[in-house]
């Protein structure tokens, strides 16, 4: 399976930038599609869907987050933060099945 | 709208079979595929298996010899049985909606309890 990385928790200030990080154990892009998803989950919720294939805005998604990478390395980059922002964060690949999630990165107030 | 909601017991007797419904609107489960994917308290999630909009099944090779998938299309319904329950398998349990190869839409859980 395809393992996926991210460092647990990232200390941010409101208003500022936070780059978020998934490192995969082998590449997760095919031609020019790269399989890797981001989702968020608020305590006591579902996890919802952020961005698709690295880079697409998923509907009713803020521009004020945005994706990108290729390969094994993706990025998940909110600026500016906001309050509402405070959560965890998932990536997701599709490259092989089974899809497999990261562990999360837990963003918090700084 | 597109919604899913997942319905069964809270709590499982150890060794005991899960069966859990994921009832499904605002889309067809022969134009869709569905997945169940679980979460154990504060870890990430973990994909379990899919029903494809064909009918055809797959399941993550850790799971597989316990777990069978099904669906009633007439009554817009997905099903998950997964036999000899541990501890381990506590956690939320989630139907979602797949589009392609990532998750669009989310039930909003199950929480379920394996214990005597």
């Known amino acids: 399976d395809i393992v996926l990385t991210q460092s647990p928790a990232l200390a941010v200030s409101l208003g500022q930038r936070a780059t978020i990080s998934c490192r995969a154990s082998q590449s997760v892009s095919i031609s020019r599609y790269n399989l890797m998803h981001w989702y968020q989950q608020k305590p006591g919720q579902q996890p919802k869907l952020l961005i698709y294939?690295?880079?697409n805005l998923a509907s009713g998604i803020p521009a004020r987050f945005s994706g990108s990478g290729s390969g094994t390395d993706f990025t998940l980059t909110i600026n500016p933060v906001q309050a509402d922002d405070i959560a965890t964060y998932y990536c997701?690949?599709?490259?092989?099945?089974?899809?497999?999630f990261g562990g999360g990165t837990k963003l918090e107030l700084k | 709208q597109v919604q899913l909601k997942e319905s069964g017991p809270g709590l499982v007797q150890p060794s005991e079979t899960l069966s859990l419904t994921c009832t499904v609107s605002?889309?067809?489960?022969?134009?869709?595929?569905v997945s169940w994917v679980r979460q154990p308290s504060g870890k990430g999630p973990e994909w379990m298996g899919r029903m494809w909009y064909d009918g055809d099944t797959a399941y993550n090779s850790a799971l597989k010899s316990r777990l069978s998938i099904s669906r009633d299309t007439s009554k817009n319904q997905v099903f998950l049985k997964m036999n000899s329950l541990q501890t381990d398998d506590t956690g939320t349990y989630y139907c979602?909606?797949?589009?392609?190869?990532?998750?669009?839409?989310w039930g909003q859980g199950v929480m379920v309890t394996v214990s005597s």
């Open positions: 605002g889309f067809s489960l022969t134009s869709y595929s």
């Open positions: 997701q690949q599709s490259r092989e099945s089974p899809p497999t």
């Open positions: 294939r690295a880079s």
């Open positions: 979602t909606r797949d589009n392609d190869d990532y998750f669009d839409y």
